[in-house]
């Protein structure tokens, strides 16, 4: 049976976060553990290890209640059970669970819209990012990758994160603004790749006192000046591209031309919102996707080489969706993101009105977080969590409540088909074209990059040409 526990992560009194409906299992071991390893500053920088600890004392629990200082009560769903109750909750049943991420994006974007409006949004964002639009942005995906392995010295050690980060940066670009704004490309990726780069950005985002700015040296400073440059370029941009011809093929010139319910174009700062949050989210996961896949992929020779005798069965076909139907290379890229989850959590979602959750009532206000790396790792559904095995994926479907990289419904991620997609392409173009040594051997540890975790150091190999097939 389902059980909720309380616990208190300040160590005050467990009868403080006592709430009607919930059980008080393991409250003062569950306060205990909180403590030790999931205070705020912890859960920023070091949730892993606490998700590990919480996973293995609380392993028959469906969910946790607990509460952080300053913050909403908290309740996080840690197996499939407990996801479908609330993915199968009617659409927008639940508000946005943050204002996160607001302060640096804007305040039009995707995670801090709800409701029609938020609606209006995904649809008409999505059909970029499916369909015939994949095809067409698989060649100039393949193309960037080799125009970045180029870069890269064989022979040389260096992390490849910063290589999977170019890659993803370049094609975002392009996907967004086209050929069109070739002159602004260098400008807008230093400045993006400065952003997601900053020291402490992780911390900067979650932490409210962090926000000042105290001159271009300061953390939140040099955000703020680093994101003044890129609004300044991407409206100029805008502005250029409502003078000239507007539909290109590129999301731009969708979001250009489309109109809300009234007719009412979006307006230059609602454009640059929504590129700046499509630009955070698409590079920051896709290239931790990505490092993580090459991670798994050459910890194995077994594997590395089933799947380039995959690759080397299509014969030198360099079709894009031929590449991305490929059975086991899509039961390679599945496998990563249950293992390494980049994102540990979907967007909490707040409860607008008393929710009945697994035998319990849920009051008004609370943040339910489904946790994808516990969901992930739940024994029930996947035997031996902890083995990095592509095979399970041959072997049998998982439901969208047992296997949840890109979070449910109405929030569920809108690049999903593109990452996917991305991540098949750069892999297989990588593989077919070079051999990596892992400089660290077998071992790596999840390291905090952003609002991500990357495989530690950013996975320092070694590339070399591939001399045969
Ligand atoms: C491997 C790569 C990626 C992973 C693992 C990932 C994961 C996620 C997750 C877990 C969410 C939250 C969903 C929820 O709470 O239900 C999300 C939301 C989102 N993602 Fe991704 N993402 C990836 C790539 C991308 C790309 C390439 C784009 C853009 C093209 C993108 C754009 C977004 C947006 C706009 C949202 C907010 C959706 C909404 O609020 O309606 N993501 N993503």
């Known amino acids: 049976m389902a059980k909720a526990s309380s616990g208190n992560l300040a160590g005050q009194s467990t009868a403080a976060v006592r709430t009607p409906g919930y059980a008080e299992i393991e409250s003062l071991k569950l306060s205990a553990l909180f403590n030790l390893h999931l205070s705020l500053f912890s859960g920023v920088f070091r949730p892993i290890a606490a998700l590990d600890q919480t996973h293995a004392e609380f392993a028959d629990a469906d969910q946790l209640r607990y509460a952080l200082p300053g913050l909403p009560p908290m309740v996080m769903l840690k197996t499939a059970r407990a996801v479908k109750a609330v993915f199968t909750a009617p659409a927008y049943s639940f508000g946005t669970a943050s204002e996160v991420g607001a302060s640096l994006l804007g305040t039009e974007t995707f995670f ?7 609606h209006q949004h995904r649809r008409l964002i999505l059909p970029h990012f499916h369909g015939k639009h994949l095809h067409d942005y698989g060649a100039v995906i393949a193309a960037i990758t080799r125009e970045a392995m180029a870069e890269w010295t064989p022979g040389r050690p260096f992390p490849i994160h910063a290589g999977c980060q170019e890659i993803t940066l370049r094609s975002m670009l392009r996907i967004l603004l086209g050929y069109s704004a070739q002159d602004r490309f260098a400008q807008l990726e230093s400045s993006f790749r400065a952003i997601l780069n900053t020291p402490l950005l992780a911390a900067c985002i979650f932490f409210k006192p962090l926000q000042v700015d105290a001159g271009p040296w300061s953390p939140w400073g040099k955000l703020l000046r680093l994101k003044h440059q890129v609004s300044q370029l991407l409206l100029a941009e805008i ?6 011809d507007q539909s290109q093929g590129d999301v731009l010139g969708l979001l ?5 319910e009234q007719g009412q174009r979006l307006t230059a700062e609602e454009l640059r919102d929504e590129l700046m949050a499509l630009m955070f989210a698409a590079n920051e996961a896709t290239a931790a ?3 993580w896949s090459l991670y798994w992929v050459h910890r194995d020779a077994g594997i590395r080489d089933r799947l380039l005798g995959e690759l080397a069965a299509l014969g030198g076909s360099e079709d894009p969706m031929e590449i991305a139907k490929l059975p086991y290379l899509s039961a390679v890229c599945n496998e990563t993101l249950r293992i390494s989850p980049v994102t540990l959590f979907a967007i909490p979602r707040a409860t607008r009105e008393t929710f009945p959750l697994a035998g319990y009532d849920i009051e008004p206000g609370v943040l339910l977080a489904p946790c994808i790396y516990l969901v992930h790792r739940d024994p029930a559904v996947y035997s031996d969590p902890q083995v990095y095995r592509p095979e399970r994926f041959l072997d049998r479907q998982y439901s969208a409540y047992e296997f949840l990289p890109f979070g449910g419904t109405n929030r569920r991620c809108v690049g999903a088909a593109l990452a996917l997609f991305e991540m098949k392409v750069v892999l297989a173009t990588v593989l077919r074209d070079l051999e990596i040594s892992l400089m660290g051997g077998e ?3 999840p390291q905090r990059h952003g609002m991500t975790f990357i495989p530690s ?12 097939g």
């Open 443 to 445: 071992r790596t540890q």
């Open 256 to 260: 250009l031309a489309a109109t809300d």
């Open 289 to 291: 996707a990505l490092a």
């Open 112 to 118: 801090a819209i709800d409701g029609p409006k938020h």
């Open 457 to 468: 150091g950013g996975l320092p190999v070694i590339a070399r040409m591939r001399t045969s």
């Open 239 to 244: 502005e250029d591209r409502r003078q000239r």
